[in-house]
């Protein structure tokens, strides 16, 4: 029997050995990518554990802990009163509440009860609650499995309220949960405003954050289209295959509805669509037998990934019909950090393009790249300033178009409160040195809601257009 400080030095030295890179959640994205890897496999980074009092056996290998207990590798942490384990097993286990921390993916969890295996990358979790990402959870219990979390008897919703006053929430036999990735509700039940509104054999949300936004209904306003709604909606036929339909709905613009049905597993998506789509622009285009192919993956155990594309269709926006052709490649970085914190980063990027339009019969090749700085002073700033170049910029259709080839953006954010942040753009046009786009927005947490309201202003570069001003409001329900 040791003391906290003799104790803990060993305890370190065995642990080290112990604990596998990907502690409880499989680990981060890029240790992940790693770990797939298998010419480099990722060494497991360094566990450190502390504790009031640390207890263990050489001979029979079980380690106790008690008081203030803190297991951390990485980004990842455990929290418990006390934990007990046993190194020649590489089991874990404790019968008083316990914390899993990882601030990588944004999650906490909170169980009744737990046992993990580090061998095997499995274990489980009693009467669980807590946040993953904009999710809040609960269930009577959750298993580990090495590529996946599967929860029973679970609610999932992004809503705080108490289980009646939510706007909406899911309830559902079992969801398995792919971190950073994908959550899938087996016999699922979606309910808005404590009213059972759907009912799904198989429920997938996103749980990309840049997919995460799009899993509920938003509200539009602007002086284009006037007032609508967005709901997309998405049903799985099989693990990798899904349905999709996007529809807007509005005053001015009518009924307009995009269809998909897409293949995706790991880096690869693949997907057929037929129908209207609108591009950041507020421009409005009609693809009719869409085909388009995404693949992103790691480059090697290098901090670079890359992206390939292609997609093939005919494109419509009112004023051009045109068989569209393109296919490239885009290689960037991973966050490059600055300080330990990280805090602050350094992305590059750079890529290639091979662009066809059928109505200009000719075809062009279009190479960019790109550096950008960013910096977080939180909990309430965020600086970002980024340089594109874009040589041999071609534009056929208003749809999500390259407007400035050269340009400087500088971008500043304000959280001031916990439901209040405001933000500001400026896009500068350094071949021509003009301010050529400036944007201010502000962003408000109305309980389930968000509203975001934005003014915008550009000036074309050609002298005989006149200024264009966007204004928009948007209400999503989380």
Known sequence: MWTKSTGLVCLLFLTYMMFPAGFFSGGTADARAAKRDKRQPAAAPPVSVFADYIH?????????????????????????????????????????????????????????????????????????????????VEADDVQFLPDRLVGQNAQVSRCRAKRKAKCQHITAERVDIWPEDKLIAHNARMYILGKRVLRKTRHVVSLKPEDESLSMPRVYYNNTDGLYLRYP????????????????????????????????????????????????????????????????????????RYRLQGERGVWKDGKTNSRHTDFGGYLYSLPLYFDKKQSSWLTLGGGWRYVRESVLASSWNETRYDIGIHKNVLPKWMFRAYYAHVNNNVNVFEYDK?????????????????????????????KNQRVFKSRITYARKLHCWEAEVYYERERPIDAQRNNRIRFELKLSLS
């Open 56 to 136: 263990f056996d050489n001979q029979s290998g079980e380690i106790i802990a008690k008081g203030n207990v803190r297991v951390q590798q990485g980004s990842q942490v455990l929290l418990s009163e006390y934990l007990e384990g046993n190194v020649r097993t590489k089991e874990v286990w404790t019968e008083t509440e316990v914390v899993f921390l990882d601030d990588s993916i944004r999650t906490e969890l909170r169980g009744a009860t737990a046992r993990y295996n580090y061998d095997a990358k499995t274990g489980r979790v009693d009467k669980i609650t807590g946040k993953s990402g904009n999710h809040f």
């Open 233 to 304: 909606f998405s049903q799985p036929l099989g693990n990798n295959v899904a349905v999709a339909l996007d529809t807007y709905v509005g005053t001015s613009l009518g009924g307009r509805s995009m269809g998909h049905l897409h293949y995706q597993n790991r880096g690869l998506r693949a997907s057929y669509s037929y129908g209207y789509t609108q591009g950041y622009d507020s421009a409005w285009l009609k693809k009719k037998n869409n085909l388009r192919l995404d693949y992103d993956n790691r480059l090697f155990s290098l901090p670079l």
């Open 402 to 430: 390259v407007d400035v080839t050269r340009s400087l953006t500088y971008v500043a954010e304000w959280q001031f409160d916990k439901l209040n942040r405001l933000g500001f753009l400026q896009e500068y046009d350094t």
